[in-house]
Nanobody
Framework: QVQLVESGGGLVQPGGSLRLSCLASGSILSINDMGWYRQAPGKERELVATITKGGSTNYLHSLKGRFTISRDNAKNTVYLQMNSLKPEDTAVYYC???????????????WGQGTLVTVSS
């Protein structure tokens, strides 16, 4: 089995910062791309940022400069540093990873359960 567990969400005032973490665990042989998505109330899930195994990054254009994605391959962990947070950043943030499990030859996408980020005064 493979699990992705997010942490670091919570309530923060506008202009504040949060750092999300997502740990992938289980019978993992290799991880390709990892990423963060978010879903605000009444809206569809959208891509926030992705990062390849080699460290190349891709961001939702409107978030570039405020959010930074990074990963620690040795720890199977991806991070999302969020600065200058705005009320419109309020959403459930989900971690995603392309994982090849042991004794398999294919990468599959896995999702975490989500962590709520609320930006409010």
């Amino acid at each position: 089995q493979v699990q992705l567990v997010e942490s670091g969400g919570g309530l923060v005032q506008p202009g504040g910062s949060l750092r999300l973490s997502c740990l992938a665990s289980g019978s993992i042989l290799s991880i390709n791309d990892m990423g963060w998505y978010r879903q605000a109330p009444g809206k569809e899930r959208e891509l926030v940022a992705t990062i390849t195994k080699g460290g190349s990054t891709n961001y939702l254009h409107s978030l570039k400069g405020r959010f930074t994605i990074s990963r620690d391959n040795a720890k199977n962990t991806v991070y999302l540093q969020m600065n200058s947070l705005k009320p419109e950043d309020t959403a459930v943030y989900y971690c995603n990873a392309e994982i090849r499990r042991t004794y398999t030859t294919t990468y599959y996408g896995f999702w975490g359960q989500g962590t709520l980020v609320t930006v409010s005064s």
